[in-house]
Structure formats: structure tokens, C-alpha cells
């Protein structure tokens, strides 16, 4: 058994939409392939990943060095003690072979994104959805109903509070409980008035979280979580630069209702100072951490690992990213849900075709690997890259 090919291509996910602190004109994705030679069903295992938005492709990365790493190491040293299948935890060490710790940078989104495919392929090989091999791995149940949150509410040309409400209440036709706007992107007055009309719009139909995309200093934090202490409001997200830890715990003392950060951490070092310095309260906060940005699942492992000794239950994860190895980590794991995005970075977001929001949770269907066979507009894409 051994990897034959990996692929890259990078492909757009631009769109006109904005958050507090970049807009996505030129946002790219890194879609990979890793091509094994084992058969089933008359068809060749390929695992397939990609990044998730907000870091841009990673070709350069892989193609200059991790995907010849994993095509130079011996075939033997990739594959687990039985031989039976691939194991991601050698894969990993391969490809992180002569890299020094620290300072992740992007090299994480690289490894992210094949280490997916590595995974994909893995449970392809088991025969299995892949939320169901990591229950079997850790010896627990899978629970394939995940609770699902809408993530949009962007700043777009144009668009005034009316196209905002409107945007809202089509996630709520959607089956979707929980939405989420961004803020920070226009002044205190214009963001409060943009979250009353919305929190008029949904009612108590649904609640409402919201995230300033690490754009505030201090201050400015302070002064946010002063004005949203006067609504209901699920989360306050990301509300300074996600390495602050000293600041996301000033803003503790500023406001008792859930907060959630980590999207932009991307190492379980960087995850373990943000519940070391952070001020994060276990008992209300969410930890957004995306494996796809953060060195795959192979790391996000170890930082599960990180959680328990933090007296942290996996149910406070709902990690960035709204892509479907989340998905499949939250089902086989006990991670409390997953973002998604219901009009954005199509094809690789969303769930598999007839997979329905009901109730403001998805129900895993019983595809072999992650499931991108079941997401037509997606499996197509990936398979004109390798087959
Ligand atoms: O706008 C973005 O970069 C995406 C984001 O923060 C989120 O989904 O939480
Ligand atoms: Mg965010």
C-alpha cells in the first residue's frame, strides 16, 4: 500500500463580502489530492482536502516541499503496524520532517489541508464515514446529528440594514437557530443598529452571535462589550488579535456572557496559552479552532489532548470553517457543532446534497471517507484534479 501522487491546484473563492479586517476579492483555496494504489469498488482510494477561507492557497508550500516529502519517504514508513492502512500520525511526522517549532506562519495551512486528505483516504480504506472511525478509534459513540450555526452578515457594497435582515431570515427558512454577523468593520453607532434590526428580524426565532474579526485594540473591546452587554447575544467573537491573550482576559472582566476566539490560532502550543493567559471560562466560552488552517487533525488530536488537562469538555469546540472534516471531527469526537456558511466559498462548503438543517442541526449521511462523494458540485471539482 502506498501514496502514488499528491496534487494541488489552486482555485478562487473570491467574493465581494468584507469582515472587520480583510475583504475576499482575492481569496484562493488550496484543493489537494493524495492518490493512493489500493482498489475498492473498481475505483482507486484518492483522499481529497483543501483549505479552509480566510488564509489563501498553500501551493507553493506543498508543492516546494511537502508533497515531496511524502513522495520520497519510504512507502513502508507511511503505513500503520499492521500494514493495513495509511497512518496519519507517520504521514505528519514525515512532513514536518526539518521544520522547527514555533512561528507557525502558513505552513500549518499546508499540512492542514493534505493532512484532510490524508484522513479522507484513511477511512475510505476502513470503508467507513470518517466521523465513524474516529468514534471506533477512541472507543466512543458517534452521534451524527451536529448542531450547525449560519456565519454570514458581512459588509457588502450597498448593502444597508434591510439586505442584512433579509440575508438573516433566509437562514432561518433554512432550518438554521443561531446566525452570525460581523461588527467592527463600521462605526460603534452603525454596528449597534445593525444588530438591533437584526435582533428585530429574528426574534426569538434565533440567536444572534458576533464577530469583530480580531480588529480591536483594547479599548475599543471594552467599549464593544459595554454596548452588547444590552443584548442577548450568543457570542462575542475574536475580539483582538487572536495571539492577545492578556486582552481577551481583560475583556473577561468586561463581559460574563459566552465569548469565543481561536479561529486564527493555529498550533495546540498557541491553543494551550490561550487557556494558560486567556482568561477563556469553561463553563460558557467556545474555542474555534479549524484543523484545516491548523496543522489537520493529527495536531487538533493533540489539542483535544490540551483541552482535557484544562479541565475543558470537547463540547465547547465549534470550530471555524464551515467545511465537512469539522463536521465529521464534531460527530465522532463530542464537539459541541460547526460553523457554516450557507451562501459563501461554494463548492467546498456545505454539507452533502440532501442533507437538510433541521431544528438547527444536519444529520451525518453514511458516506465512506468525509463525504465530498455526496456533494456533487464539489466531488466534481476534485475529481478533474485526480481520479
Ligand atoms: O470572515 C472570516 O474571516 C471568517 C470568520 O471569521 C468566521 O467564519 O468566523
Ligand atoms: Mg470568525
Known sequence: MRIVDVCEVTKPIA???????????KMTASLVAVVTDVVKDGRRVVGYGFNSNGRYGQGGLIRERFKDRILQADPNSLINDAGTNLDPHKIWSTMMMNEKPGGHGERSVAVGTLDMAVWDAVAKIEDKPLFRHLADMKGREANPKVFVYAAGGYYYPGKD??????????????????????????????????????LEEIGSEAKLAVDANGRFDLETGIAYAKMLRDYPLFWYEEIGDPLDYALQAAISEFYDAPMATGENLFSHQDARNLLRYG?????????????????????????????RQFGWSPSRCIPHGGHQMSL???????????????????????????????????????????GFEGKSDLIKVMRELAE
Request: aromatic fraction near 10%; include cysteine; glycine fraction near 14%.
Open 15 to 25: 467574493s465581494p463580502i468584507r469582515n472587520a479586517y480583510i475583504d475576499f476579492s
Open 161 to 198: 440594514n434591510s439586505a442584512l435582515r433579509k440575508e438573516m431570515r433566509g437562514y432561518l427558512d433554512r432550518g438554521y437557530n443561531v446566525v452570525k454577523m460581523k461588527i467592527g468593520g463600521a462605526s460603534i453607532d452603525e454596528d449597534r443598529g445593525r444588530i438591533e434590526s437584526v
Open 279 to 307: 482568561g477563556m471560562r469553561s463553563d460558557r466560552d467556545f474555542l474555534q479552532f479549524d484543523c484545516a488552517l491548523s496543522y489537520g487533525l493529527v495536531e487538533y488530536l493533540r489539542t483535544l489532548d490540551v483541552l
Open 328 to 370: 465529521n471531527i464534531a460527530a465522532g469526537l463530542g464537539l459541541g457543532g460547526n460553523e457554516s456558511y450557507p451562501d459563501l466559498f461554494q463548492p467546498y462548503g456545505g454539507f452533502p446534497d440532501g442533507v437538510e438543517v433541521i431544528d438547527g442541526h444536519i444529520t451525518m449521511p453514511e458516506l465512506p471517507g468525509i
